[in-house]
């Protein structure tokens, strides 16, 4: 098990493995990994005495930005035409000690699969899948939660399978590393699929009602036409909307929303506020310096802002934006709590979200 298999956005595979082997020599494990331009996924391949596993137990998935889930790899396995569930029996028996007890498989394609038989056949061979592995011993027959281990099986065509396992304790708690969203009725835009997984993605069932209940005030910098707004409001928030743009009339209609005309980047409240939240399409620098500015100056508690990344260095700019956010509150005073990620409903940007904890 010296490889990991990290599973990102199609198209940001590099900044996902520089940022997997930055983090785990961090940790004092280190490797190298493999790229496939945009096929979803990166290897990275450990060089020294720790397996895939042991990196797992020493490096939280949610400590990193461009990973959406990942598993520990067990073998490359040739599917035949027939019998490919008898294919993976015999790979896992030669597995033997190094394969640890699951409780449950999961059968996962590549999220830019355009192939529908290749998705179909997947979702109907887990069953017979899973009930072969139960009678071999190669799944416990008993409790097959979600907190136990997990056998994973990646897909990226029907001649072809990647084996591994997951933790019970350090994987994404969405199906293939991607909550599953459906927008309300009323939204004005698709933005607000956004602050709704960030949320799912940041906050942790037993936070959420503290943090966003009891009819907390919110803004939302750049807010037309409401995306933002309408989640911020159907959390029973009072919000200020700052925005030169119109507003959706029905949003407006709910008397929870007070419409403020300029610029998010100059304009301040006149007392704190509970939430910041910020879309703004601009620099990312000039956005992290907006957001330090608030917390600096005390002037919200939680905020959930994006950062559009430049196409060829989005990494760095990540790493710069972070260290500017965290010299400025650090200067201040500022105790906090910074950590974001490329959500599913992200394109070329990644959500943040920054809690102040004194």
């Known amino acids: 098990m010296n490889q990991l298999v990290v599973f990102c956005r199609s198209g940001f595979e590099t900044e996902c493995g520089r940022e997997v082997t930055d983090r785990a020599a961090q940790k004092g494990v280190y490797g190298y990994f493999q790229a496939s331009p945009a096929a979803g996924y990166i290897r990275f391949v450990l060089s020294g005495p720790d397996s895939a596993f042991d990196l797992m137990a020493k490096l939280q998935l949610d400590e990193l930005v461009f990973a959406r889930d990942w598993f520990a790899w067990l073998a490359d396995l040739e599917l035949p035409p027939s019998d490919r569930v008898g294919a993976v029996l015999a790979v896992l028996k030669q597995a033997g000690p190094r394969l640890p007890a699951c409780s449950r498989v999961e059968v996962r394609i590549p999220e830019a699969n355009n192939d529908h ?137 709910s008397g929870h929303v007070e419409h403020v005309e300029a610029d998010g980047f100059r304009w301040r409240p006149r007392r704190a506020v509970d939430w910041l939240v910020c879309d703004i399409i601009d620099q990312p620098a000039k956005t992290s310096t907006l957001i330090a500015g608030w917390f600096a100056d005390r002037l919200c508690r939680y905020s959930i802002f994006n950062l559009k990344l430049p196409m060829k260095k989005r990494y760095d700019e990540w790493l710069s934006c972070k260290a500017l956010i965290e010299q400025a509150l650090e200067s201040a005073g500022i105790r906090y709590h910074l950590k974001a990620r490329h959500l599913y409903h992200d394109r070329e940007e990644i959500t943040c979200f920054l809690e102040r904890l004194d």
């Open 117 to 253: 038989d290749l998705g179909n056949f997947s979702r109907k061979w887990v069953a017979p899948l899973s009930r072969a592995l139960r009678e071999t011993g190669l799944l416990s027959a008993g409790d097959s939660s979600a907190d136990q281990n997990r056998l994973e099986i990646l897909l990226p065509d029907f001649s072809t399978a990647v084996l591994g396992v997951s933790r019970k304790d350090n994987r994404s708690p969405f199906e293939g590393g991607i909550p599953r969203l459906k927008l309300p009725a009323d939204a004005p835009s698709r933005s607000a699929l956004k602050l709704a997984e960030a949320w799912k993605v940041f906050l942790p069932p037993e936070r959420r009602l503290e943090v966003l209940g009891g009819g907390k005030r919110a803004v939302d910098l750049g807010a037309a036409p409401g995306g933002w707004t309408s989640q911020l409001v159907r959390q029973g928030m009072l919000v200020i909307a700052v925005d030169n743009g119109p507003m959706d009339p029905e949003l407006m209609a």
